[in-house]
């Protein structure tokens, strides 16, 4: 089998075989196979596309690269979450210690932000002695004793993605919905989960713009659950505005336990309430959403999810004394609150450029090297549809130095639109692929 035969029958618009999938991956893990050629590979699957079968044997291929997490050993069976990242996306910190009370065993492997969105890695890292790693055993036994336990994915997890995720930034190949979905299946399915729950984000501040391209992507990644036999569900879900009220990582950390102790913002609890019901149904935990719903409710509002939010954090060496003391997490010096100077209604805020305006604070990397500032960011107390006053709090800036203040207040200001009417609100779960 020649690699050039592979790029020529995929450039002509033809069906790969999976042996011809499984020796592209093999060979170029092994660095068999060029740059040049892989590079090549993705431009031509990029404007021929592939088929359904296509996209399952790469996702498989790749997921098979490197490390697989046998979770064999935990009882009981494992749902995964994951979103397709958006701004002020904290979800995993409130929905693993609650969907983990209610006795779903949670085994996640995250990643670190990049650009204007946010990684649950770094979040943690803002509580004070968390270790997001972890050998292999602590992290089995951990699942199996508190139900829950989060890592740092690491580069043995899908190598092949991780270098073909990398040729894609620098070949503008990255924005094509089989690749986008084969690289996200990739990790999960190499994560070891029974079942998966996608967060499949739409808007401003999401890698799909449209519903139309959310929804594809969402079914092509339902797809490729359902062809390798782990049961998949998607939810597509509104990333036009920032969810919640804050964004920036020790920011996110205290509006997640303020939402475990049942003083968070509507849109957050209601999006965990959302994807945690679809996890309790996959972990065969509740006959149906309603019973799984109110079964979160109450753990929620019992104040249980909040003390296994604590026991996550002590289990993984982390201060959980941040949990009545928030000024234990990093603080930022400068707090600065900047007022309406119209009178009006949210019709839109603008999630990328609010996102953008956080990676000005310092709180995002630009690259992924770059080195973040865990204790600054923003926090929004308008939202759309909120009626504004000249004069009211709009939003606040949290800092290390002036100019950055200044420059991330201008750029918010901008995200804001206000107008005379109230908008209409889009529903903050658009719909629901199986
Ligand atoms: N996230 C991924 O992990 N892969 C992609 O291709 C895009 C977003």
Redesign the pocket.
């Known amino acids: 089998m020649r690699m050039v035969d592979i790029i020529l029958k995929k450039r002509r618009g033809q069906e790969l075989s999976t042996e011809e999938i499984n020796f592209f991956i093999e060979g170029y893990t092994r660095e068999n196979i060029p740059d040049y050629q892989a590079a090549a590979f993705l431009m031509a699957a990029f404007f021929q596309g592939l088929t359904p079968r296509e996209t399952g044997d790469l996702t498989l291929a790749m997921a098979r690269s490197g490390d697989q997490a046998d979770l064999s050993s935990i009882p009981g069976r494992k749902v995964d979450k994951h979103s397709?990242?958006g701004v002020g996306d904290k979800t995993t910190l409130v929905l693993g210690p609650l969907v983990a009370a209610a006795g779903v065993p949670v085994a996640k492997m995250s990643g670190r932000g990049l650009g204007h969105t946010g990684g649950t890695i770094d979040k943690l890292e803002s509580v004070p002695g968390f270790q997001v790693a972890m050998d292999n055993r602590s992290f089995l036994d951990q699942v199996n004793r508190v139900k829950l336990a989060v890592v740092a994915q690491t580069g043995h997890l899908a190598p092949a993605?991780k270098k073909l995720?990398a040729l894609?930034d620098v070949t503008a190949t990255?924005d094509s919905i089989p690749?986008?979905a084969a690289?996200?299946m990739s990790?999960k399915i190499a994560a070891g989960a029974d079942a998966i729950v996608l967060d499949v984000k739409v808007g401003s501040g999401a890698?799909m713009k449209s519903p139309g391209e959310a929804f594809t992507l969402a079914g092509t990644m339902v797809d490729i659950g359902t062809r390798v036999g782990r049961q998949t569900v998607a939810l597509v879900t509104d990333m036009d505005q920032p969810l919640g009220n804050a964004v920036g990582n020790a920011l996110e950390v205290k509006e997640a336990i303020d939402t475990l102790k049942g003083k968070g913002p509507r849109d957050l609890r209601e999006l965990c309430l959302t994807l945690g019901s679809e996890m309790i149904l996959l972990a065969g935990l509740a006959r149906d959403l309603e019973t799984a719903r109110s079964r979160l409710e109450q753990i929620l509002d019992s104040g249980l999810a909040l003390d296994k939010f604590r026991e996550f954090i002590t289990a993984q060496g982390g201060n959980a004394q941040i949990i009545e003391r928030y000024e234990l997490l990093p603080h930022a010096p400068i707090a600065q609150t900047v007022f309406a100077d119209v009178e009006g209604y949210v019709r839109e805020i603008q999630a990328e450029q609010v996102g953008l305006a956080a990676m000005t604070l310092g709180a995002g990397r630009a690259t992924k090297d770059s080195a973040i500032d865990l204790s600054v960011g923003v926090v929004l107390h308008k939202k759309v549809g909120d009626k504004v006053n000249a004069g009211d709090p709009m939003f606040e800036i949290y800092a290390t130095n002036r100019e950055n203040a200044v420059l991330a207040e201008k750029i918010i200001r901008q995200a804001y639109s206000i107008g005379k009417e109230p908008p209409v609100r889009r529903n903050l779960i658009l719909g629901k692929v199986t």
């Open positions: 397709t990242g993605d995720y894609r990255v690749l986008i690289s996200v990790k890698f």
